[in-house]
């Protein structure tokens, strides 16, 4: 079934186990019990946990199902996400705790408590309002990691209008369609970013995304770099001179739970993002219970920092909502991890007394790379839990992370989740969980994952299959913007008759019945933790006047999980396949996506294999993108193009 690579094979073979401490144990939030008690009674699991949060009216009933695959959780209820992230904290007395230590690349910083955090949401809710925003509007936001992107979303869910986050790293194009598919009304953005020392432009790439957008009526421009910055008259306004001057009070309205609070766009195995719809009560439920339990989140004593931008579902569940939802003191850091030095995390860590540490393997594996003796110049004892996010992390950087980073003793949580679950489903539990380096283990109490075969059967302990998530769970998409149909058809088709949600991941049972994820077995590369579609890069290579045709594949890469490797066959008259003509197409998919779908290759071929319905069969491709032995060739129309290709790329033509 799952086309499994070659790096993911010891992760089959690791079998040792890390049992938590008694003294964390002892003091740890989840307790063993939780399973059995979310098994007895799923939905008064679920009640008890969204107790955690303020609701301006209960609700009547926990889960309505009736109209799956669309749930409804908390029906009836009423609350406001920002409140609840905010303003509640401070009533409860916590005005002057820490919300975000932000740290700027360059080295500036700024402590923002709850009481402050409150001023800046409430005006920043009041400007908004001032530009006739109203519940049900939506808000794209392009920024750098700056507090006033917090404090956008954070007012956004205070009125009740949708935010869509587009990452700082996306094209101009990719901008535009997402702008354009959710007909946003206001922009947000900044003049320039810090990335690597240097100050890079923003708002720049926001201009040229917006010619002729209709539906888009103000640019908000927060003055980061304070570089000269063209601006249009009568579109665009400074967030200072928009924001500073009004009032920091602003009385929050309760909005239904199912109130639509955000729109994300990922990539599916299309060409065309899909803008994945979170709603409110049950994300925010969600969010809340995860961070409390899995990161062991004590409010008021850890300082927590997940390392994630804003730009991806990490930075909107585990940096803004569960994080400020629990009241936690975190660290939010604008920059790359080796500006100026390669030690900046860790003395970020040492000077906040950094206690929960939340990241991805692909930076696990960079740290790796630069040396233990980076991590050891540094104080990381205040470190006691460590998370991993965004793809299977591998055995030997679990134990590297661990070793080096959580001082053989801090619990390592391997956290699997996706765009469209909201928050975190699989996952080991600090304090109850023995933990296995490679393994996420175990559906958190409440969640239900199976790993079923081709019938949707669920296989037996060793076997392998599909992953499902066979229950409906809070923090669970309700749509894809404008597109009813595809949603039906991209989570619930696959698995139909037992109405399960298919995730798009292959997975495996250990002799315990533990989960181990495989990746992903459709066409979705996983780039450092970054899902970018097959078919999306291969749109953007065939929009090139010189390609006539292109495969891209998703190659094992050491340091980024997967690398993109393209194979493109060039138009007659462009013949010069060269090293100019391969940089000019690695430069043309970045313009026309973002750098992070740059291709780490691209060969130049003279055909596809393609199966004989015209199928690319992106199987062999694979083969020869990680050099191994091309495997079964029987079902291409024409065998000889394999032989064809691989002799082409030896011969360099
Ligand atoms: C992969 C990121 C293995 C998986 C939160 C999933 C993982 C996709 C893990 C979602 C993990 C994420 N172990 N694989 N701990 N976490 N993935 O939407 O393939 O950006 O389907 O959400 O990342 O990526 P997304």
């Given at each position: 079934m799952?086309?499994?690579?070659?790096?993911l094979?010891n992760l089959?073979?690791?079998?040792r186990?890390?049992?938590?401490s008694?003294a964390f144990?002892?003091?740890?939030?989840a307790?063993?019990?939780?399973y059995?008690?979310?098994d007895?009674?799923?939905?008064a699991f679920?009640a008890?946990q969204?107790?955690r949060?303020?609701?301006?009216t209960k609700w009547?009933?926990v889960?309505?199902?009736?109209?799956a695959?669309?749930a409804?959780?908390?029906?009836?209820?009423?609350?406001?996400?920002?409140?609840?992230?905010?303003d509640r904290?401070?009533v409860?007395?916590?005005?002057?705790?820490?919300?975000?230590h932000?740290?700027?690349?360059?080295g500036?910083n700024r402590?923002?408590?709850?009481a402050q955090?409150?001023?800046?949401?409430?005006?920043?809710?009041n400007?908004?309002?001032?530009?006739?925003?109203s519940?049900?509007?939506?808000v794209?936001?392009q920024?750098?990691m700056?507090?006033?992107a917090?404090?956008?979303?954070?007012a956004c869910?205070?009125?009740?209008v949708?935010?869509s986050?587009?990452f700082?790293g996306?094209?101009?194009?990719?901008?535009?369609s997402?702008?354009?598919?959710?007909?946003?009304?206001?922009v947000i953005?900044?003049?320039?970013?810090?990335?690597?020392g240097?100050?890079?432009?923003?708002?720049?790439?926001?201009d040229?995304?917006?010619e002729?957008a209709?539906s888009?009526?103000?640019?908000?421009?927060?003055?980061?770099?304070?570089?000269e910055?063209?601006?249009?008259?009568?579109r665009d306004?400074?967030?200072?001179?928009?924001?500073?001057?009004?009032?920091a009070?602003h009385t929050?309205?309760a909005f239904?739970s199912e109130?639509?609070?955000?729109?994300l766009y990922?990539?599916?195995?299309?060409g065309k993002p899909?803008?994945?719809?979170h709603t409110?009560?049950?994300?925010?439920t969600?969010?809340a219970?995860?961070?409390?339990?899995?990161?062991?989140h004590?409010?008021?004593e850890?300082?927590?920092?997940c390392?994630?931008d804003i730009?991806?579902?990490?930075?909107?569940?585990?940096?803004?909502?569960?994080?400020l939802?629990?009241?936690?003191?975190?660290?939010?850091?604008e920059g790359?991890?080796?500006t100026p030095?390669?030690?900046?995390h860790?003395e970020?860590?040492?000077?906040?007394?950094v206690?929960?540490y939340?990241?991805a393997?692909?930076?696990?594996?960079t740290?790796?790379?630069?040396?233990?003796e980076?991590?050891?110049?540094?104080d990381?004892s205040s470190l006691?839990?460590?998370g991993?996010v965004g793809?299977?992390i591998?055995p030997?950087?679990?134990i590297?992370?661990r070793?080096n980073v959580g001082?053989n003793?801090?619990?390592?949580v391997?956290?699997w989740?996706?765009t469209e679950?909201g928050?975190i489903?699989?996952?080991?539990?600090?304090?109850v969980t023995?933990?296995k380096p490679?393994?996420?283990?175990k559906?958190l109490?409440g969640i239900?994952?199976?790993v079923v075969d081709d019938?949707?059967v669920?296989?037996?302990?060793g076997?392998?299959?599909y992953?499902?998530?066979?229950?409906?769970w809070?923090?669970?998409l309700r749509?894809?913007?404008?597109?009813?149909?595809?949603?039906?058809?991209?989570?619930w088709?696959?698995f139909r008759?037992?109405g399960?949600?298919?995730a798009?991941d292959?997975?495996k049972?250990?002799?315990?019945?533990d989960?181990?994820?495989?990746?992903?077995?459709?066409?979705v590369?996983?780039?450092?933790?970054?899902?970018?579609?097959t078919?999306e890069?291969?749109?953007a290579?065939?929009s090139h006047?010189?390609?006539a045709?292109?495969?891209?594949?998703g190659?094992?890469d050491?340091t980024?999980?997967?690398?993109?490797?393209?194979f493109?066959?060039?138009?007659?008259n462009?013949?010069d396949g060269?090293e100019?003509a391969?940089?000019?197409?690695?430069?043309h998919?970045?313009?026309e996506?973002g750098p992070i779908?740059k291709?780490?290759?691209?060969?130049v071929v003279?055909?596809?294999?393609?199966t004989r319905s015209?199928?690319?069969?992106r199987r062999?491709?694979r083969d020869?993108?990680?050099?191994?032995q091309?495997?079964?060739v029987?079902?291409l129309?024409d065998s000889?193009?394999m032989?064809?290709?691989?002799s082409?790329l030896?011969s360099?033509?």
């Open positions: 799952t086309e499994q690579s070659p790096a094979d089959l073979t690791e079998s186990t890390f049992p938590p008694e144990s002892a003091q740890a939030n307790t063993a019990d939780f059995a008690e979310a007895a009674d799923r939905e679920w008890k969204a107790e949060l303020h609701w301006d009547s009933q889960l309505d199902w009736t109209n695959p669309v409804k959780w908390f029906v009836g209820g009423k609350l406001n996400v920002a409140y609840n992230c905010v904290h401070v409860d007395g916590h005005g002057d705790q820490v919300a975000i932000w740290v700027g690349e360059p500036d402590d923002i408590t709850y955090l409150k001023d800046e949401v409430s005006r920043a809710a400007a908004f309002e001032s530009l006739g925003l519940a049900g509007d939506r794209a936001i920024m750098p700056v507090p006033e917090i404090f956008a979303m954070l869910a205070r009125i009740g949708l935010h986050v587009v700082g996306f094209s101009p194009t990719a901008l535009r997402r702008v354009d598919d959710q007909a946003a009304r206001i953005t900044t003049d320039g970013q810090y990335r690597r240097k100050a890079a432009p923003m708002k720049a790439n926001v040229e995304a917006l002729g209709e888009v009526e103000k640019v908000i421009v927060v003055r980061r770099t304070g570089d910055v063209p601006i249009t008259e009568g306004l400074w967030w200072h001179e928009l924001v500073d001057g009004q009032s009070e929050p309205q239904d109130h639509p609070l955000f729109i990922t990539s599916g195995t299309t899909k803008g994945i719809l409110s009560g049950g994300y925010l969600q969010a219970y995860t961070h409390h339990n899995v990161f062991d004590k409010a008021g850890d300082v927590y920092w390392t994630a730009g991806w579902i990490t930075g909107h569940t585990y940096i803004v909502y569960g994080p939802a629990n009241r936690t003191t975190q660290v939010v850091y790359t991890p080796n030095h390669e030690g900046r860790w970020i860590v040492q000077q906040h007394k206690s929960i939340y990241t393997p692909t930076l696990i594996r740290f790796m790379k630069w040396g233990n980076i991590p050891e110049k540094y990381l006691r839990v460590l991993s793809e299977p591998n030997e950087a679990w590297w992370y070793e001082a003793s801090a619990p390592i391997d956290t989740w996706q679950t928050g489903m699989i996952s080991p539990l600090p304090g023995s933990t490679g393994s996420a283990q559906a109490p239900s994952a199976k019938q949707g669920e296989v037996g302990k076997g392998g299959g992953l499902v998530l066979d229950k409906p809070p923090g669970m749509g894809i913007w404008g597109d009813e149909e595809r949603f039906r058809d991209t989570y088709s696959r008759d037992q399960y949600y298919f798009g292959g997975a049972y250990d002799a315990d019945g989960i181990w994820l495989l990746g992903r077995v459709d066409d590369m996983n780039v450092s933790g970054h899902r970018i579609s078919t890069v291969e749109s290579l065939v006047p010189t390609v045709e292109a495969a891209v594949v190659a094992t050491p980024t999980g997967q690398g993109i490797v393209a493109v066959i060039l138009r007659g462009a013949v060269g100019q391969v940089q000019e197409l690695r430069n998919v970045a313009k996506i779908a291709p780490r290759q691209i060969l003279q055909e596809l294999p393609k015209g199928k690319i069969m062999l491709l020869v993108a990680e050099n191994r091309v495997g079964d029987t079902t129309a000889s193009v032989d064809l290709i691989s082409g030896k360099g033509k």
